[in-house]
């Protein structure tokens, strides 16, 4: 397949300038001030699905926002490719901290990506990753190589827990038949370590509303005689975890896999500086769950994080009063067999204990997934394994991210087929954060990469 | 002065219209987005004063807020009363939570003040209370009865720690002489239970800053792994307070006063019902240091609050970030012989000491003051509670708050005069809360109060 090269040269400045035009409509799925623009980016990726030659193309509605599904059937006899990806993104704030507009997509150099990086909100995660599979399969099909079926299910709800998904998935299983589920929406270690992500952490995200006194009250008239609720708050938060930084929720760990001293060592082996890591996020120190390296940290161990909070007064100046109520939004990422609605109900009844009289708690679930771990024995990871050894030269790392794709054990519950997770982004690719970006290189590595893999799938199922 | 009643009766309208004007200009000192209307509020209140008779009328400018002066002097030879006020008030959020507009003024009835109250912020705090004084001396400079010399100060910072205010007063000594200081910017137990403050509690007001990863990070890839600022700033926050509710900072108690049983067992003669208390903040019970009362808790107790804190995603939906920065303003109350600015000291440095490797900690003072107590054998005292005991029926209760009012022990330094705090609001006045009202009666019984105080003060002082 030699050619792939050369077609990206030919059409390089096209894939790019596509993907600016994805990127300019502000699809954030979190704020219903942005439904239009959800709504309009949808159409967008069903034009270029159109254009990239699927015979089939449709806006499915749902619930929530619609799906996009595209299809390129050639033979019945053939395997089929199922594509996922999510034309939602992440909020952009705190918006000052972008060096240029997120939704005003601009090339620039970066340390880690000489040839330049396209910065914009949605950049990596995940239109530029998904749109890569859309630019491979355009020139499978113009240059008459592809060579099975290829079917695209591209959603709106990922970055709020893909509520309407399920439903979807469940009601649609013959449509959505396939041999194997590719998504690009994860990471690789490095330009030059390739890797293929093999696990997930799964996810449970509530909100939580702490309500003290009926009304915002004088802190000095008060002060001191009851019980305010973001000290109560933050009482609360610091207990969920013990001096070693375990999570003390009763039953949190019940089901938690203990990776084997052999596995650890394995996972050991992936190349990372410590150094590197706390200078390229200014921090003088890691910190984390005694026993374990920042590593397993972020990958084998489930955590407790506070996504959000706030309460009282937080403009300018100073307000000298005690807030009726406090909140903040809570995420736990979870590892394969912590089921998450089991730690979503745990964490309620153990929040709901542990508050003191003179305070009201409400935890509102926002959503959730499960964890996910692949074999690497599977043509389907074998097949992934050689189409990156081809174009990067060398054989990719399998590596466990710390990360949630809750739909991917979905799909296997409902459709039976197993996912391989080929992302070509960097963890320093700042997703969900200011300055996104993603490099031009990975983006046209990625679409020359993903070719060879349905050529060495359709072989090795043959 | 039997015809005070008879002034107040033909003129109550014009009294509660003239507030009304007051009122409706926000003159929010925290936001400098109010800047101009503070200082609109400073030119109505000069002419406030010149139509209530003063001879010399000044806006005297500061390095902030102007502070509006105003003297009438009839013979060198009596006695001179200093009001003091302030015409700027609080933030009026949340602004959701208000039943009315914040600065449109209305009047409603409530169960504590079937008269009717007038609701706006400031209305109690301190525009409506500082108001009586000047409507109280218009009466006594009308109907030739005014007894001896009078001097207004009213300022526009004191909701922002009176921050040019020290500097005029140590600059203006002769201008400012007096023999006792009036000042109506605390509360009353009760419409038929008249009370005198005779304690204050200092005060220190910090904002933290707490940094960890210098970009906000994604919690999937790095959860777990790096410390989460908001996570180390709840447990930094719940650190500062014992199981017994004590504050942990080295050195806090050090001067704190303790007050023999007897002054314990005064205190608890005054009227409190711990039922209606509760009922009337819908809280199923109380909270705070273990071995006091309530009223000790909120009064001769010092006291430790979060005011307002604030950090990561706070929009609508979910977002799964872990924030590089978290925030929070802290104030402590303090009692007398505690110095604001040791404490302040202490803080400061027990919140650095106490932060983790792994985040940065920055902490600015916002302002304070100092605690104050005032005897109750002066003839200031006996003059205040004489002018009481002819308007109410009832000799006041000397009564302890817990708010603060910094500017008192600085008028007794620079001026070496004592305060007298006449306060006509009640507790449920729900002074820097949303529906912040003030009782017509109470405006009007103030209004009728303070003229025999200037009688029996001018009486007693010959």
Not at 34 to 52: C, G, H, P, R, Y
Not at 153 to 163: A, C, L, P, Q, Y
């Amino acid at each position: 397949m030699q050619n792939i090269q050369h077609y990206i040269a030919q059409n390089k400045d096209r894939f790019i300038n596509e993907l600016f035009e994805l990127l300019k409509i502000p699809s954030i799925s979190a704020d219903s001030a942005f439904s239009q623009d959800v709504i309009n980016t949808a159409e967008m990726v069903k034009k270029s699905l159109k254009e990239a030659g699927c015979d089939i193309v449709e806006i499915c509605e749902t619930d929530g926002y619609p799906i996009v599904y595209g299809e390129k059937t050639i033979d019945e006899n053939l395997p089929t490719v199922l594509v996922y990806g999510h034309y939602d993104v992440q909020p952009p704030d705190p918006m000052d901290l972008w060096n240029s507009p997120p939704f005003e997509p601009v090339i620039k150099e970066t340390s880690r990506h000489p040839d330049g990086a396209i910065f914009a909100r949605g950049a990596c995660d995940d239109k530029g990753q998904f749109y890569m599979h859309v630019k491979a399969v355009e020139f499978m099909i113009k240059t008459d190589q592809l060579p099975c079926n290829v079917k695209f299910m591209i959603e709106g709800e990922e970055e709020v827990g893909s509520k309407s998904l399920s439903a979807f998935v469940a009601g649609n299983q013959a449509k959505l038949a396939n041999d194997i589920i590719l998504i690009s929406d994860t990471g690789m270690i490095a330009n030059d370590v390739p890797s293929i992500t093999t696990g997930l952490r799964g996810l449970s995200y509530v909100e939580v509303e702490m309500t003290g006194p009926n009304r915002d009250l004088h802190s000095g008239l008060y002060g001191g005689a009851v019980a305010n609720p973001i000290n109560v708050l933050s009482k609360m938060i610091a207990s969920l975890h013990d001096e070693n930084n375990h999570i003390t929720i009763p039953g949190f760990y019940d089901k938690v896999e203990e990776l084997t001293a052999e596995e650890r060592g394995e996972m050991a082996k992936a190349p990372f500086s410590l150094e590197d890591y706390q200078m390229a996020l200014d921090i003088e120190s890691v910190y984390g769950e005694k026993g374990y390296t920042t590593n397993e940290r972020n990958s084998i161990r489930p955590t407790l994080d506070v996504n959000g909070i706030w309460g009282g007064y937080i403009g300018e100046g100073a307000k000298t009063v005690i807030a009726s109520k406090a909140y903040a939004k809570i995420s736990m990422r979870l590892v394969p067999h912590q089921d998450w609605q089991e730690i979503t109900r745990l964490f309620t009844e153990h929040f709901e204990n542990i508050a003191p009289k003179g305070v009201k708690v409400k935890v509102t679930p926002h959503h959730g997934g499960q964890g996910y771990v692949t074999p690497i024995d599977t043509i389907g990871y074998r097949a992934a394994s050689r189409a990156y050894e081809t174009t990067f030269g060398k054989k990719p790392i399998p590596q466990r991210s710390g990360g949630s794709i809750p739909i991917v054990s979905l799909f296997e519950k409902e459709l039976g087929s197993k996912t391989i997770l080929m992302g070509f982004g960097l963890d320093s690719d700042a997703i969900h954060s200011p300055n996104e970006h993603f490099g031009i290189w990975n983006y046209l590595k990625g679409i020359e990469t993903i070719p060879h893999f349905y050529h060495f799938f359709t072989e090795m199922s043959s």
